[in-house]
């Protein structure tokens, strides 16, 4: 009160004078401010005189036009819990190498009206590769199953509007930048091209045109739903994907929303249960939708997880390459470019991996993906490698296995898709010496490869989020932490399991194959979550001594550099974040 009075009366003194005092509006910016509810930070946004651009019920939050001064006073406010940056989120995507496996490249739209026809459809490879044929075969299509796919919108051609069916799938169009709902299912595009890329690797309905009829998506059956929160630049906003969160959240039960697939990463830069986005998708997940995010594409070092994939309750993928053979597993491998764990608060990530190389999907010949990188366009079909590809491949195995067991929670389907997956070992020996280790880390694995056959018939349900708490995760009174701690030779390992120790290295060798019968080491107790309270959680006789490094038993992460202060974070949210990171063809 006194500070606002001196300065009114120094300005009525300077004009008083003569002094030719200049008053200029004070800059502002946008900014998330949560509080205890809505209308609640509504009406201390107001009262601020800021300008309120969105409303973001999912984390009791609004997004505003604010002052420096006005972000000051409103963090004064006992009512107001955080205030961050409303920083952009960029989309930028990688092709991959030209076709080379022999498959039909011939343009789909034989007939020029836009669309692909089913008859000239390439064989894309990856369904067989994860077992998904075996599930068609077995009638099961993802029929009845919702995927919201929030990304840079649709492309309503062929095998992405009509299911396996003939039926027209896409149920809604939601654009979170300009807050509205398309009249038409049917109407609306995706002037960049990537979210019509990763839905059409989920769910595309086209049919190889070499005999074995074989569909080119996972779940050609389940139906979409399109929210977009990214424009033909790939640029958005934390408000913007927030929103569309909140809007996918509010009309489950409308459009029969089950998943979400967030094929995009940003970099983490405070604990999960600090981000805005996490907070928003940790909402989701206690709604009963099962979201699939992206491990990101920052590998192959160690704790690059990026937001959302380091929310510990949802399911995040990570890319494997079938080395552009996929007849031939003997060479397939790791992606180099897919991120690693754990995460700074110790969590084993990713839990799985599936197809993310070289991914030919659907996209529109004038998006952006299509003009910016022709040489690895080829007949409405674009070649890229990320993990944002392999989220999608994801996405629709747990379309499939919803569709066989409906009512399965999504702890439960997490549980049967982790523990059907396939890791990566290698055998050395001969005859009874013979010894079979993994090839990679759990931390740069997870629990494997994919495979959708072995998931629908899986009946191993409970391994999953066990020891966490996600109604007291999202309300902020308990937050959780994982296994995995850092020697003091920085060695990644799990407290109280033997045989994990990673020392953050990448390396491949001839003869690596995806198996499943890998013992692991006390079941899935390397994914159970324990209370995080910054220096108190003792693990098998280790003690989280926390800090804003988050170091473990006395030793500080190298990649430290969270901030815990409350409020603004270190840096802000400036940093950009991408939906499919520029990475080299694998």
Not at 101 to 113: A, F, L, N, V
Not at 466 to 484: P, V
């Amino acid at each position: 009160m006194t500070t606002r009075f001196s300065i009114a009366v120094l300005a009525v003194l300077g004009f008083a004078m003569g002094i030719g005092l200049s008053l200029r509006p004070a800059p502002v910016d946008s900014y998330i401010v949560q509080g205890v509810s809505v209308a609640d930070v509504r009406a201390l946004v107001i009262e601020q005189g800021g300008k309120i651009t969105h409303e973001l019920g999912v984390i009791r939050a609004v997004a505003a036009d604010l002052t420096a001064g006005q972000i000051a006073d409103l963090r004064r406010h006992e009512n107001v819990r955080r205030i961050y940056d409303n920083g952009a989120i960029e989309a930028a995507a990688k092709g991959g190498k030209k076709n080379t496996t022999g498959g039909d490249t011939t343009s789909g739209d034989t007939t020029g009206d836009g669309t692909t026809d089913t008859s000239t459809a390439t064989d894309t490879f990856y369904t067989t590769l994860v077992n998904g044929d075996a599930v068609h075969q077995m009638g099961i299509d993802g029929t009845g199953i919702g995927i919201a796919v929030l990304d840079t919108g649709l492309w309503k051609t062929t095998g992405i509007r009509y299911d396996s069916a003939g039926n027209t799938r896409i149920k809604a169009v939601y654009n979170a930048m300009t807050d509205q709902v398309a009249a038409s299912p049917l109407s609306g595009d995706d002037p960049a091209g990537h979210g019509s890329h990763v839905a059409s690797i989920a769910v595309s309905s086209l049919i190889t045109a070499d005999g074995t009829a074989r569909y080119n998506g996972v779940a050609p059956g389940a139906h979409l739903v399109s929210v977009q929160a990214f424009d033909e630049n790939g640029q958005g906003t934390y408000a913007d994907v927030i929103r569309a969160i909140d809007w996918i959240v509010a009309n489950k039960s409308k459009h029969k929303i089950r998943i979400l697939n967030a094929s995009f990463s940003a970099e983490a830069r405070s604990h999960y249960w600090d981000d805005p986005i996490n907070q928003a998708i940790m909402v989701a997940w206690r709604s009963a939708i099962f979201v699939v995010a992206a491990a990101g594409n920052r590998g192959p070092q160690a704790m690059t997880i990026g937001v959302p994939g380091n929310v510990p309750y949802v399911m995040t993928v990570g890319a494997m390459t079938d080395s552009f053979t996929p007849s031939d597993p003997s060479d397939d491998k790791l992606a180099s470019f897919s991120s690693a764990g754990p995460t700074y608060e110790g969590f084993m990530k990713p839990e799985v991996v599936a197809p993310g190389g070289h991914m030919r999907g659907l996209v529109q010949n004038n998006a952006t993906l299509a003009t910016a990188y022709p040489e690895y366009y080829d007949g409405d079909y674009f070649e890229m490698s990320g993990t944002s590809q392999a989220t999608a491949v994801v996405s629709g195995i747990a379309a499939l296995a919803l569709q066989a067991e409906p009512w399965r929670s999504v702890d439960e389907l997490k549980c049967k898709i982790m523990s059907a997956a396939k890791p990566a070992t290698i055998t050395t020996g001969k005859g009874g010496n013979k010894t079979t280790t993994l090839a990679y880390s759990v931390f740069q694995q997870g629990a494997g490869q994919v495979d959708a056959y072995a998931t629908v018939m899986n009946q191993t349900i409970d391994c999953a989020n066990n020891g966490l708490h996600i109604d007291n995760d999202i309300d902020g009174t308990q937050h959780f932490g994982g296994r995995a701690n850092q020697d003091v030779d920085g060695a990644y390992f799990l407290m109280g399991l033997d045989g994990y120790m990673w020392t953050n290295g990448y390396q491949w060798t001839d003869g690596t194959l995806w198996t499943d019968g890998y013992q692991w080491t006390d079941g899935y107790m390397w994914t159970d979550g324990y209370q995080w309270t910054d220096g108190s959680v003792g693990i098998d006789g280790y003690m989280w001594t926390g800090g804003d490094g988050l170091s473990t038993d006395g030793y500080q992460w190298t990649d430290g550099g969270l901030s815990t202060n409350g409020y603004m974070w270190t840096g802000g949210l400036t940093e950009m974040a991408t939906m499919s990171t520029w990475v080299e063809p694998e």
